[in-house]
């Protein structure tokens, strides 16, 4: 059971140049997530899924692009990546929003997606 | 909004003494708080909640937490510290009705040394 799996792991690109990061869960989880994590300030939402076909903004969404086409996958682009946006990038998925009907409520991370903008 | 403050960057125990790391929130209604722990180059891993029940949440590992609901504060304890306890640990808290707002603490670095 490979459960949150990102793609790639490590990536430097240059400003302006584009690119996407794959996320695939196998836990059958309808919510996924992308967070950024940098130094000195936790992780921060970037943006999120409730399910196949939705997505919506989280607490810092500007610069990113995101789709959830298949229930399993969702992905987060970058258009335009500036230096602002090297950070470590999080997936998560869980099993619904709905905290009080799911055993544990708990989010399930994957290993990260180190990138690098010059 | 909500918020959540870990006032230690770092926290020094030697194995086998116990240990704490302290979290305080800020939140809208009932708080649903959380502990994670991330080991070097992982993803964070889910120790703990509170969500309603007995003050003090036993978790993984023989980690526990205490609800305080006064003091606004959800520190996470163990007994009897290891040395591969050492991580970097997060606290987190959303209000009841807002799942996708769960806001995460700056994390605080437990270095357990032997």
């Known amino acids: 059971n490979a459960g949150v799996t990102q793609t790639p792991k490590f990536r430097v690109l240059k400003t302006g140049q584009s690119m996407t990061l794959l996320c695939a869960q196998d836990m059958n989880h309808e919510y996924m997530y992308w967070y950024r994590q940098d130094p000195g300030m936790g992780l921060r939402l970037i943006h999120y899924s409730v399910g196949e076909g939705t997505t919506a903004k989280g607490e810092v969404p500007d610069g990113y692009n995101v789709s959830r086409l298949k229930k399993q996958n969702f992905l987060l682009g970058l258009e335009s990546a500036a230096p602002s946006q090297t950070s470590v990038y999080f997936c998560?998925?869980?099993?619904?929003?709905?905290?009080?009907?799911?055993?544990?409520?708990?989010?399930?991370f994957g290993e990260g997606s180190r990138l690098t903008v010059l | 909004a909500q918020s959540v403050a870990q006032p230690e960057d770092q926290v020094n125990v030697a194995e086998g003494n116990p240990l704490t790391v302290k979290c305080t929130y800020s939140v809208s209604g009932n708080p649903y708080l959380f502990w994670y722990v991330q080991y070097p180059n992982r993803g964070l891993q889910f120790l703990l909640k509170?969500?309603?029940?007995?003050?003090l949440v036993k978790g993984s590992y023989g980690f526990e937490a205490e609800f305080n609901k006064s003091q606004t504060s959800f520190h996470l304890k163990k007994p009897s510290a290891l040395v591969s306890d050492s991580a970097l640990y997060f606290c987190?808290?959303?209000?009841?009705?807002?799942?996708?707002?769960?806001?995460f603490g700056t994390g605080t670095r437990l270095l357990v040394s032997p």
């Open positions: 509170y969500i309603t029940g007995d003050n």
């Open positions: 987190a808290v959303r209000n009841w009705r807002s799942f996708q707002k769960l806001v």
């Open positions: 998560a998925s869980s099993y619904s929003g709905d905290w009080e009907i799911t055993d544990t409520g708990e989010l399930f």
